[in-house]
């Protein structure tokens, strides 16, 4: 082939290509970890009491619920997607739980039931979004209210309390890790984080999932099939909402109101891990980091008894410093770059008095 | 030809339909649906609403979002009540431009982050929905102020009417009245839409984006300040919670009236009408005696029932027109 | 430098842009970007992808502001900060890539920002659709003034763009690619309006990689290269193999080296395929080796033909087969997986993701067969993009740069190393040169050239008539959804083919 | 309780006392909480409170959890949901501290007292009372509750079918129980909804300060004003003005702020081994005078105060 001459410029030790460890560690997720275990540092050094591990056992406890459902909601919102309906579809896990150990099924039975009626609910959202293609925005805010108003058509005005159970299933919530304060759970829930990091950053389907976020026709065009990934991640996030119904009968009560406002939560922390609300960028590390600062953050507000207005507003601006400061910090960078250029690149000649003629066409 | 453009536009006329049928139905079950007074509840309860819905579409045209609005409500539903009852005699007139003015306030911290820090809205007011109701919070405290708190006469907006509608179902009206003539039929307004339609290509081909989207904030913010004072008017108290969660039934009233989430299509008309239409369902399945259980599920079917029906008048229009093109 | 080079006496620029200087983070897109437009001409401006051309344009219309550089509109310098600056300077621009707003009508479309307006000051909607009917027109289309700009096909959102142009009666008309997705017809009553503008006294600025057009229709002729300015040429003193020569700075071999090779079994066989009211009894074979060329007309349905082959639209009657067996309906993954490769007609929408790296790009289709136990091998991915962005010699700072920032030739070099690198039997390839200069063209030549002698078999739709007659083994022609001609290489000359192509009475002329 | 006591402030330790009620920043529980500030001033004790924005019934148990790993010996919670607190009060106690509940209670086991304004059968007798002074005791009646799974106005609640059945004087028929979810909004549309449907109501009780006033807004506003008796527990200073115009004539409550108050004396008897809570221990209360624990642990405030045009003027401090 001919030797084209090359048509980029390019300034080089800006395009030295930084690889493995040092480029996580610059990434906006590497910094955002490294603001995490700052936080729970300061909080260890200066809120008393934090630093024990009656706060690993409550907080990660707390967590739990938030971080199940921000891993299918990451894959989702990286599709360029939304479910806003997964806080009413644990609230219906919760309530057939509840329903079905209390109408005498065993335990077993009536978990399994509401991990289906979440698979059910998810694949309906599924269904709408992916093959009827509705916006899902707009779909899952149909869903929200009507898989809560069906919740409450089942429960009523009645609860479950946790006391209904098992109690091996109850002590299986509660239990330790030894002096560590770690929940038994947080296995089962590290182990999901890793299966989907890995779906998501290393197979086929996950690396789909990322084109499929910035142009679903170019997807298509390679041969990804739209609508299945989709409905496929729906099924997925009701399947993880039916689970963590059953987390939250066992630790908390069924009613109609159980998670009521959790989507948003999940939806922050999502974000706040950097995961694009417009899709194809985020990560399963930034997700779960933006769950964790939030829960880190609560509770060491909470153990120095600072009022959740507070709270609030801290939530809502660390949200919005999250997205705004880095596009603040690039336009710093383009703006800095613009002004090195300037004085690197040979200033042309100033053009002489010959050449800016007064005279004006019309 | 003609009229098949028109029919693609018109999406708010299946939710148009919808509500006609609804009332029909339920008025046959229960005549007393349309008694003067049940009439007068329904467009009172609407109100409010309609106005948010309004606001909220001008945004969603522009292919953002602002989910602040219940919060902005909130604030000045509250800086309402305080300016009665801490300024003795103010003229109502001066109450409605304070609380619009702070609501445009609030609106233009919206449009700011999201045009000049060029972040997706729905973040930004996300952020804003939690730090509004962080502040409102702070501000009210256990404190709440009620309706004996205000005058009179600023209650009986919302009680008087005229030729049946209540004072500020009028305004509500006019408001929207205003707002459609002035998106349809003016050049800013049609500028939104192109910004909707195709944000990028809106920026090559010179429209002011930033300066446009911000104004939709702004004018939304306004809009949920107008709300926040017709709410202190319509309902008992004000208080730290007042217009918490909100922000749904907004956005779902618009989309249910024909406004796309995603942006280019969709009128503030359509919106209004949306917002009437869930209000009247809760209002004609309280009438239908209709099990207070299965209230809130069939409220969640009709948001779906409405843009399923969208979605296919559209993708009808979509295939006419290609067949049509095609016998060209 | 060559003798026909001219400098202008500088009073009569109506534009003047002096050494401008682009970058976008390392990419230095324009590094001493010139020109000068009078009144009253014509003028071209060619280059190879990447030569800076549209980025010139961008700091013309103000959508970009240039890093370092002075710039005149009609002798005073200016700084525009926004696109309504340089409106409001009198500079009309039509971008290479379509910019119209979908949800708004076609009239709506040309007018948005200027609408008629009536009494009190509300839009007069009836004025704009009669003014956009006459504008349309007069340029002898018949497109629908209250239809949606959505769904509207490449050649019509152009004609659209030429409209909204014209309509702002600007001094200043700047045309990126105007033509590239336009066809003879079309071309012709572009030129006609462009003729008239001029002669009307407006400085026109035109951008092509079809060097007929250019010596046709242009003036003056500025050659960049690598960002710079090089020369300015007066068309009528100047030939074509001059300004190939300035813009890629050495001669170049001859176009269109098809060599012959080994025609092996048919693997892709189409009969009877139907979709109602865009095609209808489409019957094809392409065998190993063979490159078929598609010919007609923009709008004859080829593209839908080539969609529903490859099982992105679906069809009512018909089949495919492919290698052997049939292909199902609706199912890219399965054409893919069966071997056959597709680079569609618009590639910043369909080729590519454009916000996705060039490695993620290229390796997009091998997301199964790079992974191992369901896992992708980074470092084989890592070497496969590497390997194939080399191969086909694609200008990139970094192979993890958004293809988004990449000019358009080389782009389409990423989507065809996307294709080459699945080892495909068969490639569809959609207007495999829309938008590439020269060079690079003559290279896409050759690699379609070379894989035919691979044994692959290439459908070639192009409606570029040198480029089928001179790479097409056997020629098809379609007209109004019906293939309406066949032809082989040696029967394959353009009369033929136009015949067919317009054969069809009531074709769209 | 772990590390980092060392550092710590005044919090925690045996003179805090926690107050964690249903939720913050409505008028009714600041009354309450004032109550109980008071008192803990009075006794010397830190007074801490802290509870989520909503009434959610989940959102509490953080607080609680706060508390415990804080080492609060006293906590006083009113419960959303009666079940849902219980893991996170065994907790509490099994690390030492006390638990009352005041206002709503829990599932008994989970705590040592329960601090009720009045006697759930007075309560509900009081209001059906005023209901019958007014219409007489035949027709339709409705009742507007808050939410659904609220454990006190449920408990009212069935005390008031109670007591209907079992009355021969009461021939009313309940048409509705409806509900507002404490939210003004809401209880607004459902008093509207219920005229709406049932166009022979004569009568509305809303055992919900929230409920009563939305609902005598919405009925001072339409025709309605004057011809549908509305009583219930509403708050003295907000429902002042419907008494005026006419809307309601006589509602009822007690004195939040005493709720506070003895819930406060009664923390700190329990911590200083006064009282464990068992049926018959006694325990001064400041200016409230001698209480006397009742069965399962129960601690009545005082009596329902009846609210009219005449007595108003006398009460509405309660309020702010
Ligand atoms: N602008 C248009 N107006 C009306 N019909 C159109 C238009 N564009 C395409 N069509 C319809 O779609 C069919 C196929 O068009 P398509 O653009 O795929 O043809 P093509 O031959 O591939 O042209 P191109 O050269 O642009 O690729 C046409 O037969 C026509 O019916
Ligand atoms: N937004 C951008 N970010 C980074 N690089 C860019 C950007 N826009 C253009 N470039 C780079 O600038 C160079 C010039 O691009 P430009 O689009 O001006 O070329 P062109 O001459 O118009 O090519 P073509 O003929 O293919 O359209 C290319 O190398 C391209 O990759
Ligand atoms: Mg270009
Ligand atoms: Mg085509």
Known sequence: MTSAPTATFTITEETRVRTGLSRLLLSRDGLFVAVLLLLVLVACLFVPRFASPVTTGYLLLNAMPALLIALPMTLIIITGEIDLSVASIVAMSTVTVGTLTTAGWPFGAAAAAAIVVGLIAGAVNGVLIAFVGLPSLAVTIGTLALFRGLALVVIGDRSVSASSYPDAAIELVGAKLGGTGIPVLAIAVAAAVAIFAIVLHATPFGRGLFAVGYSKEAARFVGIRVPRVKFVLYVLSGLMCGVVGVFWALSYSARSDSASGLELTVIAAVLLGGVSIFGGRGSILGAVTGVLVIAVVTYAMRLQRIPDVTLVIVTGALLIVSVVGPSIFAAVRRSLHVRRVQRTLPRPARAGAENAPHRRLT | MKGLMKATRLRELPVAGALVLLIVVTTLINPRFLTPQSVKDLLLNATILMILAAGQALVLITRNVDLSVGSILGITGFLTGTLFATVPGIPIPVVFVIAMVVGALLGAVNGLLVTFAGVPALVITLGTLYIYRGINNAWAGGKEYFSGDRPVAFGDLSVDTVLGFPIITLIALAVIAVLAVSLGYTRRGRDLYAIGSDPDAAKLFGIPLARRVFSAFVLNGLLAGLAGVLYASRFSSVGATTGTGLELDVVAAAVVGGVAIFGGSGTVAGAAIGAVLLTTITSSLTALRVDKFWQQAVVGILILAAIVIDRVATLRAARTLRLSEARK | MKPEQTSPPPDLDVLRLRSAVKTFGPVVALADGSIDLRAGEIHALVGENGAGKSTLVKILAGVHAPDAGEFFVAGAPVAFRSVADSKAAGISVIYQEPTLFPDLSVAENIFIGRQPRGRLGLIDRGAMRAAAAELFASLGVPIDPDRPAEGLSIADQQIIEIAKAISLDARVLVMDEPTAALSGAEVDRLFVVARRLRDQGAAILFISHRFDEVFDLTDRITVMRDGRYISTHETSRTDVPTIVRAMVGRDVDTLFPKEPARIGEPVLTVRGLTRAGVFADVDLDVRAGEIVGLAGLVGAGRTEVARAIFGIDPYDEGSVVFAGSALPQRAPDAAIRAGIGFVPEDRRKQGLVMDLSVARNITLTLRRSLSRFGIIDAAAERRTADDWAGRLQVKAGSPRIAVSTLSGGNQQKIVLAKWLANDPKLLIVDEPTRGIDVGTKSEVHRLLSDLAGRGIAILMISSELPEVLGMSDRVLVMCEGRISGRFDRAEATSENVMHAATAVEGARA | ?320
Not at chain 4, 150 to 164: D, L, R, S, V
Not at chain 4, 230 to 248: A, I, R
Not at chain 4, 268 to 291: C, H, N
Not at chain 4, 299 to 312: D, M, P, Q, R, T
């Open chain 4, 1 to 320: 309780s772990g590390a980092g006591t060392a550092s710590g402030g005044g919090d925690g330790g045996d003179t805090t006392l926690s107050f964690i009620p249903k939720n913050l920043n409505n008028p009714y529980i600041t009354l309450e909480l004032s109550g109980a500030k008071s008192a803990a001033e009075e006794l010397g004790f830190t007074y801490a409170e802290a509870a989520p924005l909503d009434a959610g019934a989940d959102s509490q148990i953080p607080f609680i959890q706060t508390e415990v790993q804080n080492g609060t010996k006293i906590i006083a919670v009113s419960p959303n949901d009666p079940d849902a607190v219980c893991p996170a009060l065994e907790d509490a106690r099994t690390g030492g501290a006390k638990i009352i509940t005041f206002d709503s209670d829990s599932a008994a086991e989970c705590r040592d007292l329960f601090i009720n304004q009045v006697a759930v059968e007075d309560v509900a007798k009081g209001q059906l009372e005023q209901l019958y002074d007014q219409i007489g005791g035949t027709g339709d009646i409705a009742i507007l509750s808050a939410t659904a799974a609220a454990p006190n106005q449920n408990a009212w609640i069935e005390a008031m079918k109670a007591e209907i059945a079992s009355n021969p004087d009461y021939e009313w028929n309940l048409v509705a129980t409806v509900y507002g979810d404490d939210d003004d909004t809401k209880s607004f549309q459902e008093a509207q909804g219920l005229l709406q449907s049932y166009p022979n109501l004569k009568g509305i009780i809303s055992p919900t300060t929230v409920g009563i006033a939305a609902t005598a807004r919405y009925l001072s506003t339409s025709e309605y004003k004057g011809k549908v008796a509305l009583v219930g527990l509403g708050l003295p200073g907000q429902m002042k003005e419907y008494l005026t115009d006419g809307t309601v004539k006589e509602f009822a409550l007690w004195d939040p702020s005493e709720v506070g108050y003895l819930t406060a004396y009664a923390g700190k008897a329990l911590v200083d081994g006064t009282i464990t809570g068992a049926e018959g221990d006694t325990f001064e209360a400041g200016k409230l005078g001698t209480y006397t624990v009742g069965a399962n642990g129960l601690v009545l405030v005082g009596e329902l105060l009846k609210f009219n045009a005449e007595n108003i003027d006398q009460y509405d401090y309660i309020t702010f």
